[in-house]
């Protein structure tokens, strides 16, 4: 048995001490917000938190996450459905997404960024989101989105960056 | 009521009859000819379903791969209907016939059409249903339709009003009427920018791709298959993979050996161990070298197939003052979409449901029929979201290896590859290689333009995959006939593929004397439809070897362009665009010591017009790209926003292609692996992007792949006037 913290929920789990934290998260617990690229470290899908640092849970095994907590990109945003991460807020306003594949990885980079440099520089930006390939090419309104969120985070009140999303109530089959 | 007569008079009535659009719409308020049924819901018809309790569902039957069409199609039904596009739920459609893409027959997402196909039928679906919904309210209120407000999903008249749900009832029962739709001054929604509908889900991690659409208690699946594609199992064993941890099952299918276990990385892991011989296909006798000296052969030997003969480019050379030549090369590319190829499937004696991240859910039916012996009526496709498609989906190999899995295993399966089985098993972009001739007269003016090219054509494969679904029917126009039972060799041997050709035979230059050959070579590694097809090496074959001539000619490659297009309104307005956004002729000085250096393309896909400038440096011997301008003529923009991004997208999918996308072969197996020798463009390489949209409204055109033809051949261009060097083949590398 493994014990770590998952989005804040204490969770043990059985499971050999050498398999990655992805397939862990994925198959076992089954939140399936977090993708699988590449196994390699090479892309970034994959990207979650491990004590607040992001980290490639493909070529992170389980064992390494004994005893940390664990935030993935369901575990990034409140408990209410429009309680958005500063970061997810922003992602929104900027309509980042194509395909959307590469997003939660990207997500949670940026967000960890943010979470220890406020007002990231365009070089930090890149240097810290240079991990995660985006194979649509969202990349300009990537970097759009983290100086929003940036902004938003310096001064909440003045940003419109909070704005609930017109389509938060939008329905369809092809989300959970 | 009669059905046939009012959808007779309903497509009279849209102006589709006779327009080339021909395909039914089922237009009647009877449910039995909807391809979905539900009780007291009103099916005005295939797409739009009403309910009593005022709920809108639209069945969207293209596939959202990250080009917007959820959005896009969406937004055409709330203009006309005149309800918020995100109070539309959207549904996935499954398979009908109702669905088929019209320059297609086959129900297919791709070609960049998505919008232009829809554009008139989609807005006059919604229409359609408003006007019954007037007429209802009208009966209701006993009053003419004329008196009836259709505003903010609902029907207004004076202080009272009817949501669409309390006027289901009787608008079921109405005839069709003959409706009108707006003009593009009348738009509130279409043009916009709005809030994409998926961006949410994508942004929370709630939306489901086909790897997270396994029903509950499939078990995982890794297949090992040959090195070399094509290759056959000829035996193999175990070693012991039986008692790795997690392990269900082991089962052979025809291309290779499954391991099926709990977890997808268990099944990796335990099919490691396997040993397997193999069959291996007439390819593993070929490597690079031997593939471009059978280009080579090909182009020497064989006179090709005739794609364009205008005038006499023999005499034209003949008679010139100054003639070029050269040979220009493209390899094979993978498409690499971030959501890796994967399937679920339950099998039972009389059913199969399939899960599959696809963008031709008929052919996908047509492959599970055909791998599980089953017949079509007892197949069941779910489509859903798709992590990047590029064309790649649209062969659906993953599905029936799937369904082969399930059917041997007789478990409920999902299959997933590694990035390792995506590269190595892709139908890739086809490599080319093509000879470009040109003439100057004494005034430095193209008289004679000269292409041959030798590729393998991508129709055989697709024609193997898709003529299950209808044959003949999605076969380009005149084709139909000559195809008829002859199987894929016709393509190879008695037709021109225009995939092979497109770019280059329907070039807008004005030249008198040009000529347009194909010779089929195929080695034998398979190849598909790749973001822009044949569009997307043609274009820089030719947007090089232009400013090749420009050259020659020395004469400046903007004005060189601008007069062989002088009478293309929509060319010149797009080429003047990015010189006069871009400050042709004038680069930024940059905050760098190396000079920075410019070059321009321009190129005709999908209908749409796109023209490109990219302003580079060189710094050690390799190429910095600093900035794009791009300007694009689609038409009316339904999202500009979407547009922008998928036209932003396809440039840095270009600039993938123009400097880093190869795939090498050595005896007959695909070298690259992962991205860190496959690789793809990250952000500390993309450059400043400007996408300029030219206001129009005419009928939409392609945004999804024009912008990547011209991306290479314009950064090429920027290399030559920078170093002298003409850079003639991809990846665009100096030190080769
Ligand atoms: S899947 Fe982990 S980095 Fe690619
Ligand atoms: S949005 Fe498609 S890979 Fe990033």
Known sequence: MITFSLNGNDLSVDADPAMPLLWVIRDIVQLQGTKFGCGQGLCGACTVH????????????????????????????????????????????????????????????????????????????????????????????????????????????????????????FQSDLSS | MNTTTSRRNFLKAAGLTGTGLAFSLPLSGCASNSPHHSHNSWHANAWLELTPDNRILFYLHRTEMGQGTMTGLTTLIAEELEVEAHHIEVKTSGVHTDYVNPLYGIQITGGSSSTATNWIPLRTVAATAREMLRKAAAKRWNVKPEAVLIRSGKAHYQKYSFTYGELVDIAKDLSVPSVTLKTPDQFQKIGKPSIRLDTPMKTKGTARFGIDSAPKGCLKASVVRCPVIGGTVKSWDANGAFDMPGVKKIVAIPNGVAVIAISWWQAKEAAKKLTIEWDKPKFSKFSDASILEGYRNALKNNSGKTARDDGNTDSAFEAAQQVIEAEYRVPYLAHATMEPMN???????DHCE?????????????????????????????????????????????????????????????????????????????????QLKGSLNAQGQVDALYYKSASPNIMPYTFKEASAVVLPAWLPDGMV????????????????????????????????????????????????????????????????????????????????????????????????????????????????????????????????????????????????????????????????????????????????????????????????????????????????????????????????????????????????????????????????
């Open chain 2, 354 to 434: 399939v899960w599959a991240p696809t963008q031709g859910p008929d052919i996908a039916a047509a492959a599970a029929e055909h791998a599980s012996g089953l017949r079509r009526s007892q197949i069941t496709i779910n489509t859903t979201l798709i992590g990047g498609g590029f064309g790649r989906r649209l062969n659906q190999d993953f599905v029936e290896e799937a369904v082969h899995i399930a059917k041997e295993s007789g478990l409920p399966i999902q299959l997933i590859w590694s990035r390792e089985d995506d590269i190595k098993n892709d139908f890739y972009r086809p490599a080319a290689v093509a």
């Open chain 2, 343 to 349: 399937c679920s499937v339950v099998l039972n004696s």
């Open chain 2, 481 to 736: 006939k000559a195809v008829g039972s002859l199987g894929p060799t016709v393509y190879g041997d008695l037709l021109l593929d225009e995939t092979s050709v497109e770019g280059a035979s329907d070039s807008l230059y004005e030249i008198e004397n040009f000529a347009v050959r194909h010779v089929q070579y195929d080695p034998g590694l398979r190849v598909g439809f790749w973001r822009s097809v044949g569009h997307s090496y043609n274009g820089f074959f030719i947007e090089s070897f232009i400013d090749e001539l420009a050259h020659a000619s020395t004469r400046d490659a903007y004005q060189f362009r601008l007069e062989l297009l002088k009478n293309n309104a929509k060319m010149t307005q797009v080429l003047s665009t990015v010189a006069d956004k871009g400050h042709w002729g004038k680069p930024s000085q940059g905050n760098t010591p190396n000079p920075r250096f410019q070059g321009i393309a321009v190129h005709h896909s999908f209908k749409s017009y796109v023209a490109l400038l990219a302003e580079i440096s060189i710094h050690n011997n390799s190429v910095k790209v600093h900035k794009i301008t791009c300007a694009v003529h689609c038409g009316q923009t339904i999202n500009p926003d979407i547009v922008k991004a998928q036209m932003s997208g396809g440039i840095i999918f270009g600039l993938t292609q123009a400097l880093k996308g190869k795939i090498s072969i050595k005896d007959g197996e695909v070298q690259e692996t992962n991205f860190h020798n496959y690789e793809l463009l990250r952000m500390n390489e993309v450059p400043e992007i400007e996408v300029h949209i030219i206001p129009s409204s005419d009928a939409p055109t392609g945004v999804g792949e024009p912008a990547v033809p011209v991306v290479a051949p314009a950064i090429a261009n920027a290399i030559f006037a920078a170093t002298g060097k003409r850079l003639r083949s991809l990846p665009l590398t100096l030190n080769s």
């Open chain 1, 50 to 169: 491990l004590d607040g640092i992001a980290i490639r849970s493909c070529i992170t095994p389980v064992s390494e996450a004994k005893g940390k907590q664990v935030t993935t990109i369901e575990g990034l945003q409140g408990n209410t459905e429009t309680d958005e991460h500063p970061v997810q807020q922003a992602w929104i306003k900027n309509n980042v997404p194509q395909c959307g594949y590469c997003q939660p990885g990207q997500i949670m980079s940026a967000s960890a960024l943010l979470a220890k440099n406020t007002s990231p520089t365009d070089d930090d930006i890149t240097q810290a989101m240079s991990g995660n390939i985006c194979r649509c090419g969202t990349y300009p309104k990537i970097r759009q989105a983290i100086h929003d969120a940036a902004k938003h985070l310096a001064s909440p009140a003045s940003s419109n960056v909070s704005t609930v999303p017109l389509t938060a109530n």
